[in-house]
């Protein structure tokens, strides 16, 4: 059965409402739970280097492999590049608009010069 001629059907609706309750779930129930107990304090060092590596996690393989097959360290992979640029720039100025303005513009105008040079 699909709702008012949308195409969406009604078993996908309750998919998406399950996943949405689940989630909710699972997330708030460790509000109440927050000032009750305290990490050590190793946990909580250990804690402020999640973001950092999973970020790493999910952007290293797509800079590496851009087509998804092959690793790719030569310097003409554009997002190489780019990549190398955002660290540079991001450890020398520690400033967060600067490093994606500038990697950016590299990793376009990288793309871009190697599109205008004949193979």
């Known amino acids: 059965m699909t709702l008012l001629g949308t195409g969406i059907?009604?078993?996908?609706?309750?998919?998406i409402v399950g996943m949405a309750l689940v989630t909710f779930g699972i997330r708030y129930i460790m509000f109440p739970l927050s000032g009750h107990f305290q990490f050590?304090?190793?946990?909580e060092r250990?804690?402020?280097?999640?973001?950092?590596?999973?970020?790493?996690a999910i952007i290293v393989p797509s800079v590496l492999m851009?087509?998804?097959e092959t690793l790719n360290l030569k310097l003409s992979n554009p997002y190489l590049i780019g990549?190398?640029?955002a660290c540079a720039i991001g450890g020398l100025f520690k400033n967060l608009l600067l490093?994606?303005?500038v990697s950016m513009a590299v990793?376009?105008?990288?793309?871009?010069?190697?599109?205008?040079?004949?193979?």
């Open 9 to 15: 059907q009604l078993n996908e609706i309750y998919m």
């Open 40 to 43: 050590p304090e190793l946990f």
């Open 46 to 56: 250990g804690l402020k280097y999640v973001p950092p590596v999973v970020l790493a």
């Open 66 to 68: 851009p087509t998804g």
């Open 83 to 85: 990549a190398l640029t």
């Open 99 to 101: 490093t994606i303005v």
């Open 107 to 119: 990793f376009m105008g990288f793309q871009w010069v190697i599109a205008e040079i004949p193979l």
